[in-house]
């Protein structure tokens, strides 16, 4: 199973966390037994922008992408996955953009994900396997639904 959605509607305030004018929307992403919630903040980005760039990150695994991001903070946090065969691996990463050609461009997300390394040992991150049908299904659940 994966999915990645909100599971509110309301925008709340962060402003205890991130200071005044901070609002976010809650949400949930499934990694096979695993879930996990995140608060997506709102203002780069609006909730419409957050799942098109879902609908997108899953259709490049589908397509034959070797690597693509799920970004639940707009240019912040995202869940990286690499496709061996109809594998996936995910890992949970902050965006560090150090060491990549400036300036930051946020329409070339997927230039900024780096190689998995092959030995597992070198991860050093908690790490989760999905198979390719679980993304497959959630574009699947996705189609025609007005998010």
Do not use: N
């Amino acid at each position: 199973m994966f999915d990645i959605t909100f599971i509110q509607s309301k925008i709340e305030s962060l402003r205890e966390f991130l200071g005044p004018g901070a609002v976010g929307l809650r949400g949930r992403i499934v990694l096979g037994g695993y879930s996990e919630e995140f608060v997506a903040l709102i203002g780069t980005w609006g909730r419409a922008d957050y799942e098109r760039h879902w609908r997108e990150a899953a259709t490049r695994l589908v397509a034959g992408a070797d690597r693509t991001a799920f970004f639940t903070s707009a240019f912040e946090t995202r869940w990286t996955m690499w496709r061996q065969g109809d594998r996936i691996v995910v890992q949970e990463h902050f965006l560090s953009t150090s060491g990549f050609p400036e300036p930051f461009d946020p329409d070339d997300l997927y230039t900024y994900i780096r190689d998995l390394p092959a030995d597992p040992a070198e991860r050093r991150v908690s790490e989760w396997m999905i198979d390719i049908d679980a993304v497959r299904d959630f574009l699947r659940r996705r189609a025609g639904e007005c998010w």
